[in-house]
């Protein structure tokens, strides 16, 4: 398995206390699920909504009921940037500060329900993966094939980003809770958690509970980017070989986030409607980890915890390696790990030396710099199969010359498509 020891720079955000920020003036809820932007709104400007109230509604496959974040009233439908830079319609609230809640049910004990109450549940709550994917959780669990082993993702391979870190550490009894009634509910064999070398303190945590969990195991991995990648983890945990997904090995992966977003589901009827979201960097004042509410602005946020430094700064949404340089005026949501504050760098691109350095380190065997080189050759660009990519960034990160491979070879994956 090919790879590399990044920067960690993690320590700069772990804080004893999660803080709490519940007060933005307006979210802008976003009207997107998975890939899907076409929505049947159910609310009309100047409506009054509750907490966890149910926005808009789609009949896509892979989509998911909009609930709104805060109680108050709809203001309008405007375009915000999503964390991909694309502009997304969503729905304006003024926020009453009242905490109106909708409640979505009566409330069972978590392992008491069936299968399909848990898929209804799951879907009706908006439950997605929250590393960044934004796949939908009942999709998944619904799947036909008999799921053998759950591994539970608590690698954050990403630099900067504890996130997952903060949820594993204040949240260890109820994590495991949820792993044990899922594994009771889907007829699951065995769990593997897998923790990097890094989080020691983790470990030691899951070790104090996990006496009486008898089919779930810690796994700890090696300190290196990109094996927190699902079919790296399936390789080095179970020494199974992953062509297109996890579930044709009858492995399901799911990441820290997302399973304390299925215990609120499941022992509260709560969707998802808040996440925690690491803010650090170079450039953050107080870097820590913040509960928000989906749809705030993260210029509020930076804002609530104590701003940005000065001097001349990028954010980054969803960590350096993998995620994209954004404004601040970009907005939270379900899939958003982490805000990077950073410098902006001064390296200047200069020509290809031929080294072949990203070719030696890509996790899924391309040729970046072939690639670049004939990017405008759609029929060469075919045979290289860009669509292979998975945007991890070690093509750039590696690159002696400071050339932003990673965008390239986006770029030449979208390019071809489907072809």
């Known amino acids: 398995m090919r790879g590399k020891k990044i920067i960690n720079r993690k320590n700069m955000s772990i804080t004893k206390n999660i803080k709490k920020f519940s007060e933005p003036d307006y979210v802008y809820i976003p009207l997107i699920s998975y890939n899907n932007t076409s929505f049947d709104v159910k609310v009309k400007i100047s409506d009054y909504v509750l907490k966890g109230q149910i926005l808009a509604i789609s009949d896509d496959k892979f989509s ?9 009233t709809v203001k309008g439908i405007e375009k915000h940037s999503y964390i991909d830079n694309t502009l997304i319609d969503t729905i304006v609230i003024e926020n009453d500060f009242l905490e109106k809640e ?33 796949y939908p959780t009942y999709y998944k669990y619904g799947t036909e094939l008999k799921i053998n082993t759950l591994i539970v993702n608590a690698v954050e391979a990403e630099s900067y980003i504890t996130s997952d870190f903060t949820i594993l550490n204040s949240k260890t009894s109820e994590i495991l809770e949820t792993i044990d009634a899922l594994l009771e509910i889907f007829n699951i064999n065995e769990c593997i958690i897998a923790v990097k070398d890094f989080n020691k303190k983790a470990v030691d945590d899951l070790i104090q509970y996990i006496g009486s969990y008898t089919k779930i195991k810690i796994r700890s991995v090696p300190d ?5 990648w699902d079919k790296y983890l399936v390789k080095y945990l179970l020494n199974l070989d992953v062509k297109n997904n ?62 940005t430094k000065k001097g001349n700064y990028i954010a980054i949404i969803n960590g350096p390696m993998m995620g994209k340089m954004v404004d601040d005026d970009v907005i939270i949501t379900k899939n958003t790990t982490g805000v990077i504050i950073l410098k902006e760098s001064t390296d200047k691109e200069i020509e290809c030396i031929n080294c072949g350095k990203c070719t030696n380190i890509c996790p899924v065997r391309l040729a970046p710099v072939l690639i670049m080189d004939n990017q405008n050759n759609e029929k060469i660009l075919n045979k290289l199969n860009p669509k292979k990519c998975i945007e991890c960034g070690l093509c750039s990160y590696i690159c002696p010359s400071k050339i932003k491979l990673r965008d390239i070879v986006i770029s030449s994956k979208e390019k071809v498509g489907d072809k």
């Open 64 to 72: 998911f009921p909009i609930h709104s974040s805060v109680s108050g």
């Open 102 to 134: 909708k409640k979505i049910g009566s409330v069972k004990k978590i392992n008491n329900y069936s299968i399909e109450e848990v898929l209804e549940l799951l879907k009706n709550a908006g439950v997605v993966g929250m590393s960044g994917t934004n």
């Open 224 to 228: 290196s980017y990109t094996m927190g």
């Open 246 to 307: 996890t579930i044709e090995k009858s492995v399901l992966v799911n990441n820290v986030s997302t399973i304390y977003s299925i215990y609120e589901a499941l022992k509260h009827r709560k969707p998802i409607i808040e996440r925690i979201v690491t803010f650090s960097g170079e450039g953050i004042k107080k870097p820590q980890n913040v509960l928000v509410k989906v749809g705030t602005k993260v210029s509020d946020v930076i804002k609530f915890i104590g701003g």
